[in-house]
């Protein structure tokens, strides 16, 4: 079966939002110094600038699947390109200390719903021969929206923009949200979100032009796992029947965070400071950084449907769990400086192969058609909590002992591999109906 254009082109525009997704998680790590300097920011007031955004995810993932049933994926995805677009310029424009946060809050609801409806979308569209790599494209953009923010934070830094930096920084991302918001007018709505909906003559024709193989017979396994022909399609999520895919989509999700990956990623540049490296230098280290993220993920994506995920995440916990254990050894004795740009270049790159590559997909296969938006939800929910607290919490933590966050994600890295490797079922090549039977749901 070969890839259907009109498929990859839904899926690339889908996953715009996982780029405006990264750009915005990582573009903060460029500006926190700045900021610090223009508002007067204490660490408290500096961690809850950086981990407002992410209680804005919170909200826009919790809240997500609510549009997302009732209008459609593909539709809430433009309001939320919206948010993308007002954060943007609101950043840029920022008048005070509380309207930056106002508007980084925004953006957080753009981030937050994206983390739900964009793999969501393009799971529902892609056969699952292609789901994985599929649905993948979305973190590949989210780490190319990574390493797109530490290049922009790097050229604008040596472009002597003074002190309107930092609004050029926050504000560029403007530009590809309304590219975002254009380009979603130019794809079809889900096909299982349609026949949720009875409307079973849309949902066969969007079947054909992505290119399902036998159109009628996906139909028709979609309509029985959602029961539309007897009016449930939809059902609450927390039943004991749906337990299963609940506990793995909060260990997952919860385990993603505990890893340290967006401590890391937010707060790169202070990590470097700590350790010695001067301001352009520590931006270079995080283009490296983002690099090596990006590689991995595009490694991961090509290997995602023939391993399998529940591989990779046994693969991506130990490199991940020596490699932060090296930098809390780096901090903790206060030698070997050099070290901590490999250590942390072999931690995002054993990230992006397993947890990062693994997680927006594994979340998008595990829950039913009729409930999927909520359990999507749930996960990215967790997911957003989890980083909004290790996010605040992490320059108070780091300012007393460097090296004991570390120690503590290594820690946590080990207990997830256990979890994983005694509870995760793998989910390669198998349909989303099809795993639904498998997960023993009725």
């Given at each position: 079966?070969?890839?259907?254009?009109?498929?990859?082109?839904?899926?690339?525009?889908?996953a715009?939002?996982?780029?405006?997704?990264?750009?915005?998680?990582?573009?903060?790590s460029?500006?926190?110094?700045?900021?610090?300097?223009?508002?007067g920011?204490?660490?408290?007031?500096?961690?809850?600038?950086?981990?407002?955004?992410?209680?804005?995810?919170?909200?826009?993932?919790?809240?997500?699947?609510v549009?997302?049933?009732?209008?459609?994926?593909?539709?809430?995805?433009?309001?939320?390109?919206?948010?993308?677009?007002?954060?943007?310029?609101?950043c840029?424009?920022?008048?005070?200390?509380?309207?930056?946060?106002v508007?980084?809050?925004?953006?957080?609801?753009?981030i937050?719903?994206s983390?739900v409806?964009?793999?969501?979308?393009?799971?529902?569209i892609?056969?699952?021969?292609w789901?994985?790599r599929?649905?993948?494209?979305?973190?590949?953009?989210?780490?190319a929206?990574?390493?797109v923010?530490?290049?922009?934070?790097?050229a604008?830094?040596?472009?002597?923009?003074?002190?309107?930096?930092?609004?050029?920084?926050?504000?560029?991302?403007?530009?590809?949200?309304?590219?975002?918001?254009?380009?979603?007018?130019?794809?079809?709505?889900?096909?299982?979100?349609?026949a949720?909906?009875?409307?079973?003559?849309?949902?066969?024709?969007?079947?054909?032009?992505?290119?399902?193989?036998?159109?009628?017979?996906?139909?028709?396994?979609?309509v029985?796992?959602?029961?539309?022909?007897?009016?449930?399609?939809?059902?609450?999520?927390f039943?004991a029947?749906?337990?299963l895919?609940?506990?793995?989509?909060?260990?997952?999700?919860?385990?993603?965070q505990?890893?340290?990956?967006?401590?890391?990623?937010?707060?790169?540049?202070?990590?470097?400071?700590?350790?010695?490296?001067s301001?352009v230098?520590g931006?270079?280290?995080?283009?490296?950084?983002?690099?090596?993220n990006?590689?991995?993920?595009?490694?991961?994506?090509?290997?995602?449907?023939?391993?399998g995920?529940?591989?990779?995440?046994?693969?991506?916990?130990?490199?991940?769990?020596?490699a932060?254990?090296?930098?809390?050894?780096?901090?903790?004795?206060?030698?070997?400086?050099g070290?901590?740009?490999?250590?942390?270049?072999?931690?995002?790159?054993?990230f992006?192969?397993?947890?990062?590559a693994?997680?927006?997909?594994?979340?998008?296969?595990?829950?039913?058609?009729?409930?999927?938006?909520?359990?999507?939800?749930?996960?990215?929910?967790?997911?957003?909590?989890?980083?909004?607290?290790?996010?605040?919490?992490f320059?108070l933590?780091?300012?007393?002992?460097?090296?004991?966050?570390?120690?503590?994600?290594?820690?946590?890295?080990?207990?997830?591999?256990?979890?994983?490797?005694?509870?995760?079922?793998?989910?390669?090549?198998?349909?989303?109906?099809?795993?639904?039977?498998?997960?023993?749901?009725?």
């Amino acid at each position: 079966m070969k890839l259907n254009s009109f498929l990859l082109r839904s899926t690339i525009v889908a996953a715009l939002g996982g780029l405006l997704f990264g750009f915005d998680t990582a573009v903060i790590s460029g500006a926190t110094h700045a900021l610090t300097a223009v508002f007067g920011l204490s660490p408290a007031m500096l961690g809850i600038t950086v981990s407002v955004a992410l209680w804005g995810t919170v909200v826009g993932s919790m809240f997500a699947g609510v549009p997302g049933d009732r209008i459609g994926r593909r539709d809430s995805l433009r309001w939320l390109a919206v948010c993308y677009l007002v954060s943007a310029l609101g950043c840029a424009f920022a008048w005070d200390w509380s309207s930056l946060v106002v508007f980084r809050f925004i953006g957080g609801l753009g981030i937050g719903g994206s983390s739900v409806l964009g793999p969501m979308y393009i799971a529902e569209i892609a056969p699952a021969k292609w789901r994985g790599r599929l649905v993948g494209f979305f973190q590949f953009n989210v780490v190319a929206g990574i390493l797109v923010a530490y290049l922009s934070n790097y050229a604008l830094g040596v472009a002597g923009l003074g002190g309107a930096e930092w609004r050029w920084k926050l504000g560029v991302a403007a530009l590809p949200a309304l590219f975002f918001f254009l380009m979603l007018f130019g794809i079809p709505r889900s096909p299982r979100w349609l026949a949720q909906k009875r409307r079973e003559t849309e949902a066969l024709q969007v079947l054909k032009i992505v290119g399902e193989e036998d159109p009628d017979r996906a139909l028709a396994e979609i309509v029985a796992s959602i029961d539309a022909e007897h009016g449930h399609g939809e059902e609450p999520l927390f039943s004991a029947k749906y337990r299963l895919p609940i506990l793995l989509a909060v260990s997952l999700a919860m385990f993603n965070q505990f890893s340290g990956i967006n401590a890391v990623l937010y707060y790169l540049n202070d990590i470097f400071a700590k350790a010695g490296f001067s301001k352009v230098s520590g931006d270079l280290q995080a283009v490296a950084v983002g690099a090596t993220n990006l590689l991995f993920t595009i490694m991961a994506m090509s290997v995602i449907d023939r391993i399998g995920r529940r591989t990779l995440l046994l693969i991506g916990s130990v490199g991940t769990a020596l490699a932060q254990a090296g930098v809390a050894y780096v901090f903790f004795t206060a030698h070997h400086e050099g070290l901590l740009v490999w250590c942390l270049v072999t931690f995002v790159g054993f990230f992006g192969f397993s947890q990062g590559a693994v997680i927006w997909v594994y979340l998008s296969e595990i829950f039913p058609n009729r409930v999927r938006a909520k359990g999507q939800s749930l996960g990215s929910a967790t997911h957003w909590v989890m980083n909004a607290v290790i996010s605040a919490v992490f320059p108070l933590l780091a300012a007393k002992s460097g090296g004991a966050p570390f120690a503590f994600f290594a820690t946590m890295i080990v207990v997830q591999f256990f979890v994983v490797l005694f509870f995760f079922p793998e989910t390669k090549g198998t349909s989303l109906e099809q795993m639904q039977k498998r997960l023993g749901i009725a």
